[in-house]
C-alpha cells in the first residue's frame, strides 16, 4: 500500500488548522490564515449542526454498484431514503443506469453498547453481500460504534478475505471531528483504498471533475476546448471509478469537498490538478479554462474559445449588470463554494456586502490552492466575513445588521431565515447550474426572477415571531457572545 493511502484519515482540525468561528474581512481572514494563526474556538451551545458520517455515507453510497453498512443506531442512517431518491433523480438527468437502494444499517442498540457490536456487524455485512451483490462494501462507523469500541477495520478485512471484494471500514465518528467535512475526506480514502488502480492507458481529453449531484454543466463548458468530463463519485460505477487515473487532469466544484482525493491522485498516479479556482463567474471560468487547457495541450485553441463565449454572452450579461447596479447580496455556504457564488454575483455586478462560510480550513492538502486569496484578488475585500457552523442564532444578527436585498444559501434549510427576515432567497444546492458562462446568466436570470418577490417576503416577516430575547435581537449585541477559546 502506498504511504499515501492508510487505513483513516487525520481530521481536519490537526492536518488542515481548519476553524469553526471567525468575524473580521477575508483580507484578514487570508492573512491570518497563512500562519495558520487563528484557533478553532467553543461555542457555549449549538442549535444544529451536521455530522461527517452523514458526509462520508453520501459519498460512498452513491456509487452504483457499492453497498454500504452502517454500522450505527437506526437515528443515525435515518437520511438513508432521501439520499436514494436524490441519487435516482441524478442517475436519470445524467442518462445512467437507475439507482437502486443498496444499504444496510447493523441498528446499534443497547445491549451492543454493553457487549460490542462486531458480531451483528458481521452478519450485515454478509446479508449486505446476498442482497446486493456489490463489487464493494463500505463500512461507515457511527458514534456508538466509536464509544464501544469495535475492531471495524479487523472485522472489514476478515469479510473481505472471506467474500472475495473489497470491504472497508470508512472511519467517521461524529465525535472525532467538529469539521463534518472531515466525513469526505474519510469516503475519499476508502474509495483510494478499494478502487483506484494504475491506468492501463491515458485519455488525453478525459477531465476528472468531483462533483456532487445536479445537473451535467461541465460537458459543454469543455466541449469549447474538445475535452469531456470524468463525473466522481457520484452514480458512477466502481469500475468508472477504478479508471480514474487514466484522466488528463483533476478538479473539483469546491475545494472543500475534493482536494484531499485530488492532492493523493496526483501524487501517486501523477494526475494533475488544476491550480485555478473553480469555474463559477466569468473571470473564474477563464482562468479555469486555461488551466485546463494548459494541462491537456489545448493552449492553441482556449483563447478562441474565451473569446467566442464571452461575445455569445454579452448582450444579456451586460442587461443583467445594468439591472443590478445598486444591489446588494450575502452569501452563506460552505466555505468554498460561498467564494464561488460570490465570483458569480461579483461578474453579475452585484455588491458582496459580506459572507458567512461554515467552516474554514486555514491551508489544504494542496498547498498552492487558497480560495479565500483567489476571492480577495478578484472582487477586493469583503468587509463582513464570518465563519459559523449553521447556527440560527447567530446568521439573524448578521443579516439583520445589513439588509441585503436577497440572499444566497447552500442548503435548504437556511432559506427560512431569509423569509422570515424579508429577505429574498436562493437555495443554490448542488444543482451545478451556475457553474460556467451559461451558469453566470442563470443564476442572474433567476435573481431577478425572485427580487420581484419582495412584497411576499415583507408579509412573512411582518407575521414572523422570532424565539429569541429582545437583548439578542439588540443591533449592538455581540452575535459572537457565546463563542469562547478563540
Not at 447552500?410 to 427560512?416: E, G, I, N, P, S
Request: charged content about 25%; hydrophobic content about 35%.
Amino acid at each position: 500500500m502506498s504511504v499515501l493511502l492508510k487505513d483513516k484519515v487525520e481530521i481536519r482540525e490537526n492536518r488542515l488548522h481548519t476553524i469553526l468561528t471567525f468575524n473580521g474581512d477575508a483580507k484578514s481572514l487570508d492573512e491570518a490564515s497563512r500562519d495558520n494563526k487563528l484557533k478553532i474556538g467553543r461555542f457555549k451551545f449549538s442549535q444544529c449542526g451536521n455530522c461527517q458520517e452523514g458526509c462520508a455515507f453520501m459519498q460512498v453510497y452513491s456509487i452504483h454498484d457499492a453497498a454500504v453498512v452502517s454500522h450505527s443506531p437506526i437515528g443515525c442512517y435515518a437520511n438513508v431514503s432521501e439520499r436514494w431518491n436524490g441519487m435516482a433523480n441524478v442517475a436519470k438527468i445524467r442518462g445512467k443506469d437507475s439507482f437502486s437502494h443498496h444499504a444496510i444499517c447493523t441498528n446499534i442498540q443497547e445491549s451492543d453498547t454493553i457487549y460490542g457490536g462486531a458480531k451483528k456487524l458481521r452478519h450485515a455485512i454478509e446479508e449486505a453481500y446476498k442482497r446486493y451483490s456489490p463489487k464493494v462494501i463500505y463500512v461507515t462507523t457511527s458514534c456508538a460504534s466509536g464509544i464501544v469500541g469495535d475492531d471495524v477495520h479487523s472485522v472489514a478485512k476478515e469479510m473481505s478475505a472471506e467474500l472475495g471484494i473489497p470491504v472497508f471500514a470508512v472511519e467517521c465518528e461524529g465525535f472525532k471531528s467538529r469539521i463534518w467535512s472531515t466525513g469526505f475526506d474519510a469516503a475519499f480514502n476508502g474509495i483510494l483504498n478499494t478502487a483506484l488502480k494504475a491506468p492501463e492507458k491515458k485519455q488525453e481529453d478525459l477531465v476528472n471533475v468531483f462533483n456532487f449531484s445536479g445537473v451535467d454543466t461541465f460537458t459543454p463548458l469543455l466541449k469549447t476546448i474538445n475535452l469531456r468530463p470524468n463525473y466522481l463519485v457520484e452514480t458512477r460505477s466502481f469500475e468508472e471509478i477504478s479508471r480514474m487515473a487514466e484522466a488528463a487532469c483533476t478538479s473539483t466544484i469546491c475545494e472543500t469537498l475534493g482536494t484531499f482525493v485530488a492532492d493523493r491522485l496526483e501524487k501517486i498516479y501523477g494526475v494533475p490538478q488544476v491550480r485555478a479556482p473553480a469555474p463559477y463567474g466569468i473571470q473564474w471560468t477563464d482562468r479555469w479554462l486555461r488551466e485546463v487547457a494548459k494541462l491537456t495541450g489545448r493552449e492553441s485553441i482556449v483563447e478562441e474559445a474565451i473569446k467566442k463565449e464571452h461575445e455569445r454572452i454579452a448582450p444579456e450579461l451586460n442587461e443583467l449588470r445594468e439591472f443590478f447596479k445598486g444591489k446588494k447580496v450575502y452569501i452563506f455556504s460552505g466555505a468554498s463554494y460561498a467564494h464561488n457564488m460570490a465570483s458569480v454575483c461579483y461578474d453579475l455586478g452585484l455588491e458582496v456586502i459580506g459572507i458567512t462560510t461554515y467552516h474554514h480550513d486555514q491551508q489544504y492538502d494542496t498547498k498552492e490552492i487558497n480560495t479565500v486569496k483567489y476571492l480577495v484578488e478578484t472582487i477586493g475585500n469583503v468587509p463582513n466575513y464570518t465563519i459559523c457552523n449553521k447556527q440560527p442564532y447567530q446568521v439573524i444578527k448578521f443579516l439583520s445588521k445589513l439588509s441585503p436585498d436577497f440572499l444566497i444559501v447552500r442548503h435548504q434549510a437556511l432559506t427560512v431565515l431569509g423569509y422570515k427576515l424579508g429577505i429574498p432567497s436562493i437555495m443554490e444546492g448542488d444543482s451545478n447550474k451556475c457553474v460556467g458562462y451559461d451558469g453566470t446568466i442563470d443564476l442572474g436570470r433567476r435573481i431577478q426572477k425572485i427580487l420581484k418577490t419582495r412584497k411576499l417576503y415583507e408579509n412573512i416577516a411582518r407575521n414572523v415571531e422570532f424565539p429569541y430575547t429582545e437583548w439578542w435581537l439588540k443591533k449592538d449585541t455581540d452575535p459572537f457572545a457565546f463563542v469562547g477559546g478563540l
